[in-house]
Structures are given as structure tokens and as C-alpha cells.
Nanobody, 129 residues
Framework: QVQLVESGGGLVQPGGSLRLSCAASGRTFSSYAMGWFRQAPGKEREFVAGIGWSGCTIWYADYVDSVKGRFTISRDNAKNTVYLQMNSLKPEDTAVYYC???????????????????WGQGTQVTVSP
């Protein structure tokens, strides 16, 4: 049974930092694209950051424009864990953050909800004075 468990969310002041973790089990995730999405109240779930393969040989990351230069996605294959380091947080970053694993192995960075088959339960991130 595939499981993704997020942790690390919380309340932080504007300009602060948080690191989200996504621990995976039930599948060897090292060859799969992984992604972080977020969903604010009344809004659709949106892509935040992803990590995927280039030519099935090199990992690379991509981000939504609003978080470039502030967020960093990384993975530790030995721990089957993906991280999202979030710096210089803004109130508009407030949302429930979800990690997900891609449908197919060895794929490029995936940016659509429909491209992912397993999701975590989400972790709340609130940025407020």
C-alpha cells in the first residue's frame, strides 16, 4: 500500500521559513517524479514545485513563478523522503500543502494534478503576523 505522509507545517510570520517533509512508503520512489501542490480556501489545487528526470539520467526541479528563489524542493532517496524548504514566506503562501508521486517512472517534472496518482493528507501552512 502506497502512503505519503507530510509534516512540518505550522504558523509562521511573514519572512519566516518552514521545511516540509513527505515520507513515502509502499513504492521505491527514487525513479518517480514527485511534486508539491497547495490549496488555499476557495481555490483550486495548484502546482508549487516538482522534481523529475531529464532523459532518465539527471534530476531537475521546477517551480511556479511565485515561489522561484524562495522555495527549494529536494529528495533523499535513501530515506524515501521529499522536502520543500520554504523561505521568505508571504501571507499568500498560506494553504494546505500536499505532496504527490507521479503516475510513471522516469518522467519530467509534472505540473498537473491529473499526472499524479498518490497524494498525502496535506499539512497546513499559515503565514500571518
Amino acid at each position: 500500500q502506497v502512503q505519503l505522509v507530510e509534516s512540518g507545517g505550522g504558523l509562521v510570520q511573514p519572512g519566516g521559513s518552514l521545511r516540509l517533509s513527505c515520507a513515502a512508503s509502499g513504492r521505491t520512489f527514487s525513479s518517480y517524479a514527485m511534486g508539491w501542490f497547495r490549496q488555499a480556501p476557495g481555490k483550486e489545487r495548484e502546482f508549487v514545485a516538482g522534481i523529475g528526470w531529464s532523459g532518465c539520467t539527471i534530476w531537475y526541479a521546477d517551480y511556479v513563478d511565485s515561489v522561484k528563489g524562495r522555495f527549494t524542493i529536494s529528495r533523499d532517496n535513501a530515506k524515501n523522503t521529499v522536502y520543500l524548504q520554504m523561505n521568505s514566506l508571504k501571507p499568500e503562501d498560506t494553504a494546505v500543502y500536499y505532496c504527490a508521486t507521479g503516475l510513471k517512472s522516469c518522467s519530467v517534472v509534472l505540473k498537473e494534478v491529473r499526472d499524479y496518482d498518490y497524494w498525502g493528507q496535506g499539512t497546513q501552512v499559515t503565514v500571518s503576523p
